[in-house]
């Protein structure tokens, strides 16, 4: 099986709630070995989907076409993950409880957001990074001294003034499994005209039987979730979206009309070919709201081919990400010295041996992610 037709495969084993039908066809392509074990497992994994695939095939009686050994490890990966989760769900809590005492309401965002808003059918399925909160704008820099208060600490280094950037430096602590990031504004600041915390502040949402707990409202979290894996982290121009993202989009639009989405959004053209790109991995057809249109019947036809031809889509994938860092990161960062000047932050940045480290580092990173994959 091509890698495109086991992505597309891999996709629709997440929907068989909605097609319990495709429960004959995942037998059948397994017995015949059509669909080779090991590369199913691998994109699962690659893709952040193992535990919602192994919470779907339990619930429709599917675990038995795995090897005993096969079905043992994907347990266990669903099980580490759902006690990671919960863990991380604790360590919500104290986070909450510290910032409620000092009257500071925090709105958490993405994946967090989700797990606490029942987005998910199990707190196992999905499986989350880090802890993404939203502070207001007087409260931003408070909320990060009261989570230092519990013990949580910082690597990074800041060579630009924190009071106008998108969120604070990471902070972790040792005993917890998720590290923290504290947002200023939801999004990139080229994407938040619009998208803005005043925004989602207004038409924030309350989590059912909890206090002072909130998330964006379906809305938002799916404008969030557009603007994450197709602007900001470039899926769009990469013609490549995590599937878990996806899947994200997909259990979020069962509880919106995405015409609303469509109207709220600020790139309606590229949040249009989104939605229809995510009906179509998921085999869903097309949403009666939205016609089909020739810019997302070109993003599907790109992303297809991309999907057959994955040493040439790392060639493509990197050209972007030299361009993004070489000319378009450069001149943003010479322009904002300019209107801002901050020579100071400047110069602190460029005489720092542990900047040269850390762009060395994440060079080697991507290089590794991008070229050297086997």
């Known amino acids: 099986m091509k890698h495109k037709d086991l992505f597309y495969f891999t996709s629709r084993c997440l929907t068989l709630d909605k097609h319990p039908y495709f429960r004959e066809t995942i037998i059948s392509r397994f017995s015949s070995g059509e669909v080779n074990l090991d590369d199913f497992i691998f994109l699962c994994s690659n893709q952040l989907v193992l535990p919602a695939i192994y919470l779907h095939f339990k619930k429709h009686n599917l675990l038995d076409i795995f090897p005993v050994d096969y079905r043992e490890h994907i347990a266990a990966i669903y099980l580490h993950n759902k006690k990671r989760n919960l863990d991380i769900l604790r360590q919500i809590d104290e986070i909450n409880l510290k910032l409620s005492d000092k009257n500071i309401t925090p709105i958490y965002l993405k994946g967090t957001a989700n797990l606490l808003d029942n987005v998910y059918s199990n707190v196992g399925e999905r499986m989350i990074g880090d802890i993404d909160l939203l502070a207001q704008e007087k409260d931003y820099l408070k909320s990060a001294e009261l989570i230092m208060q519990l013990g949580y600490k910082t690597n990074g280094k800041a060579y630009y003034d924190l009071t106008k950037a998108k969120h604070y430096l990471r902070l972790y602590r040792s005993d917890v499994p998720a590290d923290i990031e504290i947002h200023r504004i939801p999004v990139n600041i080229e994407y938040s005209?619009?998208?803005?915390?005043?925004?989602?502040?207004?038409?924030?949402?309350?989590?059912?039987?909890?206090?002072?707990?909130?998330?964006?409202?379906?809305?938002?979290?799916?404008?969030?979730?557009?603007?994450?894996?197709?602007?900001?982290?470039?899926?769009?121009?990469?013609?490549?979206?995590?599937?878990?993202?996806?899947?994200?989009?997909?259990?979020?639009?069962?509880?919106?009309?995405?015409?609303?989405?469509?109207?709220?959004?600020?790139?309606?053209?590229?949040?249009?070919?989104?939605?229809?790109?995510?009906?179509?991995?998921?085999?869903?057809?097309?949403?009666?709201?939205?016609?089909?249109?020739?810019?997302?019947?070109?993003?599907?036809?790109?992303?297809?081919?991309?999907?057959?031809?994955?040493?040439?889509?790392?060639?493509?994938?990197?050209?972007?990400?030299?361009?993004?860092?070489?000319?378009?990161?450069?001149?943003?960062?010479?322009?904002?010295?300019?209107?801002?000047?901050?020579?100071?932050?400047?110069?602190?940045?460029?005489?720092?041996?542990?900047?040269?480290?850390?762009?060395?580092?994440?060079?080697?990173?991507?290089?590794?992610?991008?070229?050297?994959?086997?």
Do not use: C
């Open 193 to 374: 005209k619009q998208f803005n915390s005043e925004l989602i502040f207004q038409n924030k949402k309350q989590i059912a039987d909890k206090v002072n707990y909130f998330v964006p409202s379906d809305e938002h979290k799916a404008i969030h979730n557009f603007i994450h894996a197709q602007l900001s982290n470039l899926g769009y121009g990469f013609k490549q979206t995590p599937l878990r993202d996806l899947y994200d989009m997909y259990l979020l639009s069962k509880r919106i009309e995405t015409t609303s989405l469509i109207r709220q959004a600020e790139e309606k053209r590229k949040i249009t070919t989104y939605l229809i790109f995510t009906m179509h991995i998921f085999g869903i057809g097309t949403i009666l709201e939205i016609k089909e249109n020739r810019a997302s019947r070109l993003y599907i036809k790109i992303h297809d081919w991309f999907l057959n031809h994955p040493k040439i889509h790392r060639w493509h994938i990197l050209s972007i990400k030299l361009f993004e860092v070489l000319f378009i990161r450069f001149f943003r960062g010479v322009r904002n010295i300019f209107i801002t000047k901050s020579w100071g932050s400047f110069f602190k940045q460029i005489t720092d041996p542990g900047w040269y480290k850390m762009i060395i580092y994440r060079v080697r990173n991507f290089y590794g992610n991008y070229i050297s994959r086997k």
